[in-house]
Nanobody
Framework: QVQLVESGGGLVQAGGSLRLSCAAS????????MYWFRQAPGKEREFVAS????????SYADSVKGRFTISRDNAKKTVYLHMNSLEAEDTAVYYC?????????WGQGTQVTVSS
């Protein structure tokens, strides 16, 4: 079955950096786009970034453009979110997502807390 496991979250000061990882299993990772979303307390889950199967095309929410970078390693079946210049507004639970045969699969999420 499809499994997604996020890691790398934590507490960081404003202006700092973190790298999130999402390890995938149970599907042919190298043929699917992957996504990062986040959900802050009291807010709806929102799109952060996506990357196509080859890694050659990426997309970002306006709020993170120029600060976050999504990447993937198909050999390791892992997608990453490199986050720089973190702001208090980036505090949220971060989730990775895969859409496999028209079904969305989510990881359990990893907490990112940015102190100002």
């Amino acid at each position: 079955q499809v499994q997604l496991v996020e890691s790398g979250g934590g507490l960081v000061q404003a202006g700092g950096s973190l790298r999130l990882s999402c390890a995938a299993s149970g599907f042919t990772f190298s043929t699917y786009a992957m996504y990062w979303f986040r959900q802050a307390p009291g807010k709806e889950r929102e799109f952060v970034a996506s990357i196509i199967w080859s890694g050659r095309m990426t997309s970002y929410a306006d709020s993170v453009k120029g600060r976050f970078t999504i990447s993937r390693d198909n050999a390791k079946k892992t997608v990453y979110l490199h986050m720089n210049s973190l702001e208090a507004e980036d505090t949220a639970v971060y989730y990775c997502k895969a859409r496999v045969t028209n079904t969305d699969y989510w990881g359990q999420g990893t907490q990112v807390t940015v102190s100002s």
